[in-house]
């Protein structure tokens, strides 16, 4: 029986002022297995983050992601298994469920020859997530970017300079009920072309590995004040981490992961985040892990 396993980098959506339109592929992973049954069966085991939340059932991302792709065929498997082994923590800004969706969609597609390209398979599940930033970077690796056009999903990736950052992840349980409602419905005009400049300074920063354009480039008007305010310790924990050698700090996503950039010092501003959420009574999660430049993975076992 043929067995496909896909791996899927996180992503941090926004990287500061490219709000809804970049994401940052990190080299940290969850990998979806997938297998065609003989039976009518759809089973799904789930593994690591999320499990006892993530559904094990046909409501898991990546179970819905494969029978959506299977009714666009319009046939369904006589059955379909799914392991998830999940690293990427669930619902902290990282696009962990885009991932699953996107590891469902991929594998899926392999088992059945291959009928759809990236470019049909980035659509759906765009479409499926409503979030096609996470997709585009997932699929492509390295900085992605995206926007509505007139005929569709515009999305390019491209290569930064290798480089390695700070993911931290403080324990806020009511973070995500704190942020509804979210952000004000309209912005200040020079606020957004504050946030249209920043984004291109931004992405010639990461490209090149220019540090110290990344540190003012990186500031945001438009989401992250808002969501800021909802992390205890913000402040405290910038500061650290800039002490410690850090260029620039931002949400990933919507937060409340963090992300630390860094020429050095990796494992001294991991410590000193961590310290300063400590020192506020929260705990907090921390890694060090590369930009990734490969995207989507997918290794078949007969």
Same mark, same amino acid.
């Given at each position: 029986m043929q067995k496909v396993s896909v791996s899927i980098p996180a992503v941090s959506t926004n990287v500061g002022p490219g709000y809804d339109v970049l994401g940052l592929a990190l080299n940290f992973r969850n990998v979806i297995e997938m297998s065609l049954r003989t039976d009518d069966?759809? !089973?799904?085991?789930? #593994?690591?983050?999320?499990?006892?939340?993530? $559904?094990?059932?046909?409501?898991?991302?990546?179970?819905? *992601?494969?029978? %959506?792709?299977? @009714?666009?065929?319009? @046939?369904? $498997? =006589?059955?379909? &298994?799914? #392991?998830?082994?999940?690293?990427?923590p669930l619902d902290v800004g990282l696009s962990a469920r885009a991932t699953m969706v996107v590891g469902g969609l991929v594998g899926a597609n392999n088992l059945v020859g291959s009928p759809f390209s990236h470019d049909k398979l980035i659509e759906m599940a765009a479409a499926i997530t409503g979030q096609p930033e996470s997709v585009v970077t997932a699929m492509r690796g390295g900085l992605g970017i995206c926007s509505q056009g007139p005929s569709g999903l515009l999305y390019?990736?491209?290569? +930064? +300079?290798?480089? #390695?950052? =700070?993911?931290?992840?403080?324990? /806020?349980?009511?973070? @995500? %009920?704190?942020? %509804?409602?979210?952000?004000?419905g309209k912005f200040d005009m020079a606020d957004v072309v504050y946030n249209i400049g920043h984004t291109a300074l931004l992405i010639e920063a990461l490209r090149r590995g220019d540090f110290k354009l990344l540190r003012d480039a990186l500031d945001d008007r438009l989401h992250e004040p808002t969501r800021r305010e909802q992390i205890p310790a913000y402040p405290a924990v910038v500061r650290a981490a800039q002490e410690a050698g850090a260029a620039a700090v931002a949400l990933c996503g919507a937060g409340p992961a963090l992300v630390a950039f860094a020429a050095?010092?990796? @494992? /001294?501003?991991?410590? +000193?985040? #961590?310290?300063?959420?400590? *020192? *506020?009574?929260?705990? *907090?999660? !921390?890694? &060090?892990?590369?930009?990734?430049?490969?995207?989507?993975?997918? &290794?078949?076992?007969?």
């Open positions: 069966q759809l !089973t799904v085991e789930v #593994r690591g983050e999320g499990k006892g939340v993530l $559904p094990e059932n046909y409501y898991h991302p990546a179970m819905e *992601a494969a029978i %959506r792709l299977f @009714q666009h065929l319009e @046939q369904a $498997p =006589v059955g379909l &298994s799914v #392991r998830a082994h999940n690293a990427i390019r990736a491209i290569e +930064t +300079t290798p480089m #390695r950052v =700070v993911l931290v992840v403080p324990h /806020l349980p009511d973070y @995500q %009920r704190r942020l %509804r409602p979210d952000l004000p050095y010092n990796h @494992q /001294l501003i991991e410590e +000193t985040m #961590r310290d300063a959420f400590q *020192a *506020a009574g929260i705990e *907090a999660r !921390t890694w &060090s892990v590369g930009v990734d430049m490969q995207g989507v993975v997918i &290794s078949v076992v007969e």
